[in-house]
């Protein structure tokens, strides 16, 4: 089975000293946040690849004691937020077996936003509104476009 | 004395001078004077010194008063007696009424900081709490009425340095710089209140530092404390989420954010009271040193 990334042109991949990376994905306006163990997946998925060798490099860059079925786990929640595809579905790896290859490896980790909701979250930070304007005894009259001169 | 807790010491034995206000009369009897904060200039007006002293508290405090045209400001701020009203222009444009100046000061801050936020050029701004501990800066994202001012607050009386109750700036090498405008604190109901750092023994930061630590806070009522350590991407995403800035029209923020958090240690969780999460962090910050 084949496994590669779905579209490395449109990505920039911003890589962080803990091993963490933010992705973003201009073309599909998408931002992606993933911990050390998704992060060393995405670095062992350039070029196509197996899971086998993703598996050897993950073990080689983030810990030794990963196993098949952690980067198994991890390839699918990479696949299932559309940055990788493979040729062939997996089984799914049991939740058991992913666990106890666990020791210090922390889980598999992808957390996802789009530019939409990005943009919306900014608006509101812009806006600031404080429900305590307008509830004062003396209420100010506000926010209607008046020039100076003008009686108001 | 450890270097943090030397800093602390200085913290509290600095007293900060507010910069006046009255420094020029115009022709109608009013008074105005100029602010320039990170190049971004701003005029205000009053009409009397008595509302001149009320906006000066509101209008960045610790920053030198100058003098600024109305034609070269990048915004003014106006304040207009009417009979027995006080009415508030930003430009030319009417903004709010009321009977008593005071009220109208809240008004005025959100001007300004919407002004000053889609002006500013050379910082990115991120809704966050911003305090200096030791030579690091702590930042808690997070939402307006998520209790920023208050653990801000808290943090200055414990011997911090203020950056902001509202934005931090993060500058192109990921450095926070300070906006020092009041702290709106609540006084047990709906109504802020505009309290100056050095009203709570502390002093506004003058210079930028490396992010040190990212808190991402959830305040419960009666809550405890209970965070987890989380990876910088994370933490990087919490200052998107936060930022007023759109990262389709500026998608540089991701390499500042990228520089701020890449120093830092970052958590997630929730706190309780103000007081308790003080501690907290205090103990947090000592024990990562």
Redesign the interface.
Known sequence: MQIERTDSKNL?V?G???????I?D?KN?K?Y????TA?AAWDACIGQTTLSKVADDMRRSCNPSITDELAQQTIQELREKELVKTSASFPKASRRAVLAGMGAVALP?V?S?T?GQ??A?????????????G??D???????????GET? | MSSLDQAFHDARSFREVVHQAPTRSYQSGGHCFGVCLYGFKIHVEAPSLEVMELLARCVFPSIPRTDIAFSRADICLRVVQKAHEFHLYRGDGFVASTSRADKLLRILIDCLDRAFIEGVRTLSAVHAGAVLLGDLALLFPGASHSGKSSLVAELLRHGAICYSDEYALIDSEGLVHAYPRPLLLRNGGSEQTAVLPFELNARVASSPAEVGWILSLQYEAGGSWKIDEVPQSLALLSLLRNTPHTLADSPQIVRSFRRAVAGARCFEGQRGESSDAVCQIMRLALASR
């Open positions: 920039v911003n962080l000293p803990d091993g963490s990376k933010v973003v201009s306006e931002v946040a993933l911990n050390a992060g980790l957390v936003m530019m990005q943009r979250l900014a608006q509101e930070a812009r806006s600031n509104p404080d429900p305590s304007c509830k004062f003396d209420r100010p009259t506000a926010h209607v476009s008046h020039k100076s108001l």
